[in-house]
């Protein structure tokens, strides 16, 4: 290279966006190389960048998880029910969008804007719940 030559700086926007362009032109190359996500886990997408920060609320029964949400979002869950025995036997994800409803664990999946495309391994038994 030559010392009269600049480089010129990339503009990043956002910081999710810099990281996403930093994943997919270093650090991608490397794994795909070490055929890393045959042994370990599968590549990261768009989805893993660009949706919000997830938190997985985990507990033994009758300790207010379905309780807390219920709080937290200032309305019922649907299909939630509060009581003493082991009332809740599923995985809810609760996002924001613009109407309410409740979306299956297989259709989830296939969504490539959603980030839960690596649950698919799980099968339909995990996904039903």
Do not use: W
Not at 33 to 58: I, T
Not at 71 to 82: A, F, H, K, T, V
């Amino acid at each position: 290279m030559k010392k009269n030559e600049k480089k010129t700086p990339e503009v990043i926007h956002t910081v999710t966006e810099g990281l996403k362009n930093l994943y997919k032109k270093k650090l991608l190359p490397v794994e795909e190389f070490y055929r890393f996500h045959d042994f370990h886990s599968p590549a990261l997408e768009d989805a893993d960048f660009d949706n919000k920060p997830m938190v997985l609320v985990v507990g033994q029964y009758s300790t207010g998880k379905t309780t807390f949400i219920k709080y937290l979002l200032e309305q019922d869950i649907p299909g939630s029910r509060i009581g003493p025995e082991p009332t809740t036997d599923s995985f809810i994800a609760v996002m924001h969008g613009e109407t309410e409803g409740i979306i299956p664990g297989n259709a989830l999946i296939v969504d490539p804007k959603k980030p839960f495309r690596k649950l698919n391994p799980f099968g339909n038994t995990f996904l039903n719940r």
